[in-house]
């Protein structure tokens, strides 16, 4: 048997459910940190949680991304507990949107390094607000790897991401829009599938 097909036995419809209804509770709480970083309402979408080989990680980021051909991300990485990741992603213009929305508009020659210093803070704020949340319903100590701001294609993305990843991994991610500011960007969440599922059915266990 596959390690897909022992992680899909194991992630049943039922595990997924709660895995879901966790990591809405953590994205919504993250959207409204965004809502009062950017003074904007924020959409969002309900959380798409898969288990996927590592394979197919790059294909997902292709999904969620459309058409854009370079996209600005956050990552925020995590281990105790659990370990993995988790990132904040825009398509590149929409990223300088969201700096010149927050800081003003910005010479060019500027521009890069402050698009790298707000962003930075503001994935730091948004993701440390989803994984504080998890934590804390999942009763898990956490602790924190210092946000880094990258840029490239999707693949760079993909190939990025999947170093976080094992030959199988949980992927939990959202799309949220500011319609306020024309945005468009994704959170994404990456588990170790072992450790996650331990999680989970610990949650079973207790309810």
């Known amino acids: 048997m596959s390690p897909m097909s022992d992680s899909s036995t194991t992630f049943d419809a039922r595990r997924l459910d709660v895995l879901t209804e966790i990591v809405n509770i953590g994205v919504g709480q993250a959207a409204n940190v965004l809502n009062q970083v950017v003074n904007a309402h924020v959409s969002l979408t ?23 051909e370079c996209l600005s991300w956050v990552e925020l990485g995590f281990r105790g507990d659990m370990e993995g990741a988790a990132s904040l992603l825009f398509p590149r213009e929409d990223a300088s949107k969201l700096v010149s929305a927050l800081v003003g508009e910005t010479d060019g020659s500027e521009m890069d390094e402050v698009r790298i ?55 939990a991610s959202a799309r949220f829009v500011i319609e306020q500011l024309g945005l468009d960007g994704s959170v994404v969440l990456f588990f170790d599938v072992a450790q996650i599922g331990a999680l989970v059915d610990g949650l079973l266990a207790a309810a």
């Open 46 to 68: 309900v959380p798409r949680v898969e288990i996927l080989p590592r394979e197919e990680l790059a294909q997902r980021m292709v999904d969620g991304a459309g058409d854009e």
């Open 117 to 171: 210093g707000t962003m930075t803070e503001v994935g730091n704020i948004v993701l440390n607000g989803i994984m504080g949340s998890l934590a804390n319903i999942a009763d898990r100590r956490l602790e924190y790897t210092v946000p880094t701001y990258s840029e490239g294609s999707v693949d760079t993305a993909s190939r990025a991401h999947g170093r976080q990843a094992g030959n199988v991994c949980m992927v």
